[in-house]
């Protein structure tokens, strides 16, 4: 088959004027000797493919650790920014710890009875002789809570006019 293909010739492409009408050429004798005379074809053969790799194995060998390579550093860039993010929270609590402890500072100081004391004595107070309680007589109590509006739910939502209506008709049989 080597043969066949090295004796035939290359093409040639002819350049044709510009404006010039192609026309076929007409070869007579090649008809005749094609019907007159069959060629040779030569035996076939199947041939094995050849498997064709994308890459070698030195090429996968680099792309694996270059693949690695970069998910550890990824890796290490989300601890980086977890630990940052941890330091910001412990800070945040730290500094609210701070002034939850002032705060209660700042409560035990205007609680202390030296404080108080004086506040009071400001505001024209003075301390009592002794310490004895009065009883409150109940009709007192009651006008307080009636005055409040600390009421019993009966009495401050009293039954509509048609409720009382329907009441007395229900229980009326005739």
């Known amino acids: ?7 035939r010739p290359a093409p040639v492409r002819l350049r044709r004027p510009a404006g010039s009408v192609v026309q076929p050429i007409r070869q007579p004798h090649s008809r005749s000797k094609s ?9 076939l053969r199947l041939v094995e493919t050849i498997p064709v790799k ?3 194995l030195v090429t996968s060998a680099l792309i694996i650790i270059a693949c690695v390579l970069t998910s550890i ?5 989300v601890i980086a920014e977890q630990q940052l993010r941890l330091d910001k929270i412990t800070t945040d ?6 002034h939850y402890d002032e705060l209660r500072q700042q409560r035990a100081e205007l609680r202390a009875p030296d404080y108080l004391r004086e506040k009071a004595m400001m505001l024209g107070m003075s301390q009592g002789v002794s310490a004895e ?7 007192v109590v009651a006008s307080v809570i009636a005055a409040t509006g600390d009421m019993d ?10 409720d009382l209506v329907s009441g007395t008709i229900k229980s009326v049989t005739p």
């Open 93 to 98: 609590v730290r500094l609210a710890r701070i």
């Open 1 to 7: 088959m080597a043969t066949a293909l090295a004796s």
């Open 54 to 56: 994308r890459f070698s």
């Open 35 to 43: 019907a007159s005379q069959p060629t040779e074809r030569p035996d």
């Open 133 to 139: 309680f009065e009883e409150i007589p109940a009709d």
């Open 73 to 77: 550093v990824v890796f290490q860039t």
């Open 153 to 162: 739910k009966e009495l401050l939502n009293p039954p509509m006019l048609e």
